[in-house]
């Protein structure tokens, strides 16, 4: 399966952690000099907040995706740990959910659906849905499935990008804003993967 852009190496090779971590007065100043776009992002990550407290877990087809996904990242970057992956795939799925629900108000005309996979067969994906979801997350292919401006887009990373250093502590190390965004645009297109297969998130009861 083709790695991101960020992992066209041999896989021995370790991705370093960040050299620091994104700080409240670092993330400020980024979203401050987007313009509108970062005031996007910063209301977006604010609503995915209040949408994570309603989701339980990704669907029975896009779970096991991201766990498997997670776990081939896993060793050629170590800063990405489990409760980071969680963390990254989860927050970006809802937002995608958020961003949905009222597109207008995240700058996005629509919502732009992946519809080139095949149908299911017997109720089952293809083999090669993993490879498929990383490939449309990497490069040009993404853009045009990614319902925020790329700079709202940028936004939104480095907001996860805090989250995810504040989860790790200052003990801990941090991954890099190019990984989170990576990670990210994967998880933005296993939502796409469970709009075209009419499925949906575990949900709070």
């Known amino acids: 399966m083709a790695l991101p852009t960020w992992l066209q190496r041999q896989q021995s090779v370790t991705v370093r952690a960040a050299p620091e971590r994104v700080g409240r007065a670092d993330?400020?100043?980024?979203?401050?000099?987007?313009?509108?776009?970062?005031?996007?992002?910063?209301?977006?990550?604010?609503e995915v907040d209040e949408e994570m407290t309603r989701v339980t877990?990704?669907?029975s087809l896009t779970s096991p995706l991201a766990v498997s996904y997670m776990e081939r990242l896993s060793r050629p970057v170590p800063s990405l740990t489990p409760e980071i992956g969680v963390l990254i795939v989860g927050r970006t799925y809802v937002a995608h959910?958020?961003?949905?629900?009222?597109?207008?108000?995240?700058?996005?005309?629509?919502?732009?659906v992946l519809g080139t996979l095949p149908p299911l067969?017997?109720?089952?994906?293809?083999?090669?849905?993993?490879?498929?979801?990383?490939?449309?997350?990497?490069?040009?292919?993404?853009?045009?499935?990614?319902?925020?401006?790329?700079?709202a887009w940028e936004?939104?990373?480095?907001?996860?990008?805090?989250?995810?250093?504040?989860?790790?502590?200052?003990?801990?190390?941090?991954?890099?804003?190019?990984?989170?965004?990576?990670?990210?645009?994967?998880?933005?297109?296993?939502?796409?993967?469970?709009?075209?297969?009419?499925?949906s998130p575990e949900r709070n009861s």
């Open 121 to 151: 067969k017997k109720g089952r994906p293809p083999q090669d849905l993993l490879s498929r979801v990383v490939k449309v997350s990497r490069g040009r292919t993404f853009a045009p499935l990614c319902a925020l401006a790329p700079a």
């Open 57 to 59: 877990s990704l669907s």
């Open 27 to 46: 993330l400020d100043r980024f979203l401050k000099e987007l313009g509108a776009d970062g005031a996007v992002a910063r209301d977006l990550d604010s």
């Open 97 to 112: 959910m958020v961003v949905e629900a009222d597109p207008g108000r995240f700058g996005a005309p629509d919502v732009p």
């Open 155 to 199: 936004g939104l990373v480095r907001c996860t990008a805090k989250r995810a250093h504040d989860s790790a502590g200052s003990g801990g190390e941090h991954v890099p804003v190019d990984v989170v965004d990576g990670v990210a645009r994967f998880a933005w297109i296993l939502r796409q993967v469970d709009l075209h297969y009419g499925l």
